[in-house]
């Protein structure tokens, strides 16, 4: 039985006071024995702080983003070794702002999906498409090509700790999330074209997060259909009423299914 896993995405949002107050507040309402698996994930300069704020909770820190180079030579970047090495569990590779703003290539991010889960970091990868591509049709394709290239040469035991994110780029802070209906027939392809590719052991074990404008009200919805496990949250997690009322639509929904 997958797990529901909830993550919040804060992306370029609090500060070091702000983060540090709200990571407390979700680790309170979140006890290592939670049956739900709830991730955060703030700016990289306060991983450290909110590590020790969630310490002992069934809150998991993660990163958005790491380079997928040993220490070296690499201005401005953060080895995925640095991030275990301040407690992050996870990291966020491929989120369609690091694609789109920071033009990110699937090639950089299947270094980087490589790279951590040689290293043992456990990998959130975001797949989607743009609103002119589900118009055009191509919604399919468009998340054959980037799971294709984003998990290229990886073994399927490999993948074991993989998360995948789907998160139609029009559903991203936009307050417009896809229907339950359009998750779910994603999912559902997501699901069998890693069964195809990797096997049906690693097809059905693979938790698949939906992302794009979850809130407290469309989160029992979304949670509900059967191929999706969890949220990518962005803007409703950046309150702990919000993300913790998300967290608990997943914790039913997970009870449901047991
Ligand atoms: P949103 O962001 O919940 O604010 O739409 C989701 C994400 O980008 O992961």
Redesign the pocket.
Known sequence: MRRMFVAG?W?MNTDRAGGTELARAIAKAVPADAAVDVLVAPPLPYLLPIGEAIAGSGVALGAQNAYFEPPGAFTGETSIGMLKDVGCRYVILG???RRQVLRETDETINKKVAAAVAAGLGVIL?VGETLDERDGGTTEKVLETQLSAGLKSLAADAVSDLVI?Y?PVW????GRNATPEQAQAAHAFIRSWLSNRFGPTVGAATRIQY????KPDNAAQLLGQPDVDGA?????SLKADSFLAIVQAAQQVGAARR
């Open positions: 995405n992306k989120h369609s702002e975001c994110a998160e559903a991203i802070g936009t992302g794009g404008s979850v990518l949250v962005g803007g409703a």
